[in-house]
């Protein structure tokens, strides 16, 4: 069984900065494509972030293009989302997940495991 925890959420100020990490269990982090996601109230989960099993690509959702950037640490078994110039339409839980191993994309029904959410609250 795979567990992922999210840390790293809380309140700041648009315009700042929040950076996320997600620490994973077992001993294959280093063979599945990791993602973040989120949910603001009474909106759907959507995707935010992903990366490859070996960080060779990553791929984003339009609306946070240029200022959020997703990174892994396979030796730490980490993945990291580093969170600027954030909105407040950014405010969110935000959800580390794993993609199934032939999952072909980044859609909630392709993640086979999912963290419990961490809070991000973005004041204007």
């Known amino acids: 069984q795979v567990q992922l925890v999210e840390s790293g959420g809380g309140l700041v100020q648009a315009g700042g900065s929040l950076r996320l990490s997600c620490a994973a269990s077992?001993?294959?982090?280093?063979?599945?494509?990791m993602g973040w996601f989120r949910q603001a109230p009474g909106k759907e989960r959507e995707f935010v972030a992903g990366?490859?099993?070996?960080?060779?690509?990553?791929d984003y959702a339009d609306s946070v293009k240029g200022r959020f950037t997703i990174s892994r640490d396979n030796a730490k078994n980490t993945v990291s989302l580093q969170m600027n110039s954030l909105k407040p339409e950014d405010t969110a839980v935000y959800y580390c997940?794993?993609?199934?191993?032939?999952?072909?994309?980044?859609?909630?029904?392709?993640?086979?495991?999912w963290g419990k959410g961490t809070l991000v609250t973005v004041s204007s």
């Open positions: 990366i490859s099993a070996r960080a060779s690509t990553t």
């Open positions: 997940a794993r993609r199934r191993l032939f999952g072909g994309s980044w859609s909630t029904a392709d993640m086979d495991f």
């Open positions: 077992g001993r294959t982090f280093d063979s599945y494509p």
